[in-house]
Nanobody, 122 residues
Framework: VQLQASGGGLVQAGGSLRLSCAAS????????IGWYRQVPANQRELVAT???????NYADSTKGRFTISRDHAKNTVYLQMNSLKPEDTAVYYC?????????????????WGQGTLVTVSS
């Protein structure tokens, strides 16, 4: 699976941005797809994910402000970020979990796209 992220940039606090992540390759095996973010010296942290069944999972810090959505026809996932705060500044990474194989021998793999920088100025 290849993941191509886009949409980062500079925005003022309170503004909005939309990130996109286009998946290609073995997309039919994608079980969950979404976004993580990382600032220097910190671990990569969850932003939001959505499963193939449409179940979403958000970090507490992004609930109510960010919305993740998935266009199956385009194999693309979007992250609409509203009411952005300076603490949202980070490199955002697209993420996909792939599950494949027979039930008795299920295998999982994780894939990461290149990061896209989001900078929120105060």
């Amino acid at each position: 699976v290849q993941l191509q992220a886009s949409g980062g940039g500079l925005v003022q606090a309170g503004g909005s941005l939309r990130l996109s992540c286009a998946a290609s390759g073995r997309t039919r095996h994608i079980n969950a797809i979404g976004w993580y973010r990382q600032v220097p010296a910190n671990q990569r942290e969850l932003v939001a994910t959505v499963t193939s069944d449409g179940v979403t999972n958000y970090a507490d810090s992004t609930k109510g402000r960010f919305t993740i959505s998935r266009d199956h026809a385009k194999n693309t996932v979007y992250l609409q970020m509203n009411s952005l705060k300076p603490e949202d500044t980070a490199v955002y990474y697209c993420y996909a979990k792939v599950v494949f194989g027979p039930v008795e021998a299920v295998k999982e793999s994780e894939y990461w796209g290149q990061g896209t920088l989001v900078t929120v100025s105060s």
